[in-house]
């Protein structure tokens, strides 16, 4: 007589699922908000919106992933700031349209499911959701066996954030003269790692743990640098300057993202010596003999986002970064052109 067969015979353990989500309860209890209803476990998540807070208030969603920066997670065996990646993606890139955001799941499939690997992961995605201020009301791991290879996964995210319909920053009111201020990236945050794979890895044949001097690190731990979480920055300077346009440095770098925060008619040109690029960025290009306008269209360069504002408006703005120690660089000006962006200066050539 054929054996009988459980789930588990093909590659699903309902068990260390169950242990998977109590590893992460208590991690994802902690970053609950008051307006969070219901419990863990839920077929969907609860979020009572407190409309009262707003006059007109407009919701705001986005969803990414990480991309090819999993591949060093499994390389180095290092999971705990891919969580990280997977929320900043989503919450950086509602925060250009001034959006607070409000809540967060995620989804992780995996191949084989390991339960402290989950708990890393998502452990991850609930501490940069602390830090964003949103909360982290559900998610799905699917284990799909024969789908990934065993110890590989993938995540993505889903953020919704909330803004005042007078506060919604489109781009449209960009003008002439604004300047463009940059804030510091934490690193390669989670693009152009197809390209940092190319290089470090088959080109120069790394494996993760050499130590680079000019980094004062391995490549590995300065490759897997969780991306920058700027909602606690930025979400302040919403709400009390006028911002005309915000710019999530993510794939395409400086050329492809720019003109998605500027009318059409208009133009920018991009100081590359108001800041220093980061030595991650410059041995990229070195070990590649990448051309250099090919490393702002791929990376960004140091600059995770950007802020649009007339000149004096954008005075304040640095003022009031400055108050709280946040360094930010005046990297370049609208003007009059054809939607498109020129980069001038520094060790850029062509």
């Not at 925060?261 to 980061?278: F, Q, S």
């Not at 990376?299 to 640095?318: H, P």
Request: proline share 4%; hydrophobic share 40%.
């Amino acid at each position: 007589m054929d054996k009988k067969l459980t789930y588990k015979d093909s590659g699903v353990d309902i068990d260390a699922g169950n242990y998977s989500v109590k590893l992460i309860r208590d991690s994802v209890k902690a970053t609950y908000r008051p307006e969070v209803l219901g419990d863990l476990g839920g077929f969907g998540g609860l979020f009572a919106l407190a409309a009262n807070r707003y006059k007109e208030p407009v919701l705001v969603s986005g969803t990414d992933g990480v991309g090819t920066k999993l591949r060093l997670a499994f390389m180095l065996d290092r999971h705990d700031t891919i969580g990280q990646d997977a929320v900043a993606m989503c919450v950086n890139d509602i925060l250009v349209q001034g959006a607070e955001p409000l809540f967060f799941l995620d989804y992780l499939a995996v191949g084989k499911l390991d339960p402290e690997q989950v708990a890393a992961v998502v452990g991850g995605v609930a501490r940069a959701c602390k830090e964003s201020g949103c909360a982290l009301i559900g998610g799905e791991t699917a284990e799909m066996g024969g789908f990934y290879p065993a110890g590989e996964y993938d995540i993505a995210g889903f953020s919704v954030g909330v803004v005042e319909k007078s506060k919604l920053i489109t781009g449209a009111r960009v003008h002439e003269g604004d300047l463009l201020l940059g804030l510091p990236s934490s690193g390669v945050h989670s693009n152009g790692y197809s390209l940092v794979r190319k290089i470090c890895f088959e080109r120069k044949g790394f494996k993760g743990d050499e130590y680079i001097e000019m980094l004062g690190k391995t490549i590995g731990e300065a490759l897997l640098t969780p991306t920058r979480l700027y909602p606690a920055t930025c979400l302040p300077l919403i709400r009390a300057f006028d911002i005309h346009g915000m710019v999530h440095i993510t794939g395409g770098g400086f050329y492809e993202n720019i003109p998605r925060a500027i009318p059409e008619g208009l133009a920018v040109t991009v100081d590359a010596d108001a800041w220093e690029v980061p030595a991650i960025f410059r041995l990229l290009q070195e070990w590649g003999n990448v051309d250099w306008k090919e490393m702002y269209r791929t990376f960004n360069m140091g600059i995770g986002m950007v802020l649009i504002a007339a000149e004096d408006e954008s005075k304040k703005i640095e003022a009031s970064l400055a108050e709280r120690g946040e360094p930010v660089y005046e990297i370049g000006r609208v003007t009059k052109g054809g939607h498109d962006v020129t980069i001038k200066g520094g060790v850029f050539h062509g």
